[in-house]
């Protein structure tokens, strides 16, 4: 691997990092003002907006300017975000209200997420050739779910009555604040900065890319015209498909391991954030294992993979002890980092070949936080109506085992085309 592309990694585990610590952190902040559970679904539903309003603008701006430059814009629009949660309780003394703005302070940090995401997948493709792309990729998902796992934990860490009280009582942070979760938002605000100074490092790849208009009315119907143009390729579309469908329902069963963490095994929030960074370090483990034996003219052999994994939430319900419910979650963890980054690989190399590095994530982004959307307003709505969760568990079982089965049905019957026009494009580099 190309110097510059380990300095991509270490900006992205560090934003990753942050991203995660917060995600926990914020939801401490929430609990802490007896805010509705529904707004912690909500809370993440508002960062998912971000990707899928401002979709058809940021493959152009990581297109436009070098993705280094792009990458610490958007890490400083999630520092801006941290202090606005941070700040709640100086809009307004309604507690009701602060959660609120918590909500649309984390919708901001969605906006910087949006923005970084293309930049960062885009200058992968652009650095990496083709046959080295699931080897990137893998390494780069597998540091992402590391900094998932750390900043998981970390958040966790920070909101315990141990990290908390000090961060209160012997630092600087207790002469602007006696929240708990604040506290820890303050540790997370420095992370984002030390992820901005590697995007700094980030070299020019000297890529231009033909933009010819800038209009909002031209975006918007270039946007539309990639979206047709991924949608129309066998390939193409068959990959949106299914990682579309892995990350919305991935988006869910974060939450929902976090709620089953706390009804069905008693654990406090801090303790729950240890079940997120197990399903985290299985998927660790299946990126490894992926990288090294399978190619990208395999990728759409490992779908019977998804249809297992969906089978493994059905045990969800039925595990008590520790063990079993560890055994299960890393295994899970296993199974989906095994079958998502070949899909990912394939998706993006697809999407570069047929429009460019940003545009392409770009249409990946808007689909699966679509996706994303309509997934985490399910649950919000089954939350809303009081579901338990070991039904909302089944209802997702079902939903994950019955679309992956359909795709791995889709594309055996169609095998010998989707092979020839894989093995065609992969020939073409």
Partial sequence: MKKGFYIIMAAQTFSSLA????????????????????????????FALSYVVLAPFVGLLADKFPKGHVMFFANCIKMIGCFMIILHQCFSSNKTIQTYLIGLSYGLIGIGASI?????????????????????????????????????????FLITPLASNFLINHTFISSLTRSHANAAIFVILFIYLISAAFNLAI???????????????SILNNFYKNLSIMYNDKIGRISIAITTIFWGVSASLQLIVIEWGQKH??????QTSILIGLVAIGTVIGSIIVAKYVRLAQALSILPVGIIMGLLIFMMPIVNSKTSTYLLLISTGILAGFFVVPMNALLQHRGYK????????????????????????????????NIKINTIIIIYGIVVTTLMSFFFYLTSINKKSYDK???KTINEE
Avoid at 355 to 376: K, R, T
């Fill in 19 to 46: 991203d995660n610590a917060l995600f926990i952190s914020a939801i401490a902040l929430i609990i802490e003002l007896d805010g509705p559970y529904w707004m912690i679904p909500i809370m993440k539903w508002s």
């Fill in 116 to 156: 970084y995401s293309p930049a960062k997948y885009g200058i992968v493709t652009e650095i990496l050739p083709a046959r080295m792309l699931i080897k990137g990729n893998s390494w780069i998902e597998g540091l992402t779910v590391v900094s998932i796992i750390l900043g998981t934990c970390l958040g966790g």
């Fill in 203 to 217: 070299r020019k790849t000297n890529i231009n890319y033909n933009i010819k208009n800038n209009s909002i009315f």
């Fill in 265 to 270: 095994l008693g654990y406090s929030i801090d």
């Fill in 354 to 385: 047929l429009l460019s590095a940003g545009n392409s994530i770009a249409v990946q982004n808007f689909n699966e936080q679509l996706s994303i959307l309509l997934m985490i307003s399910l649950y919000a709505i089954l939350v809303w109506l």
């Fill in 421 to 423: 026009l894989l093995q």
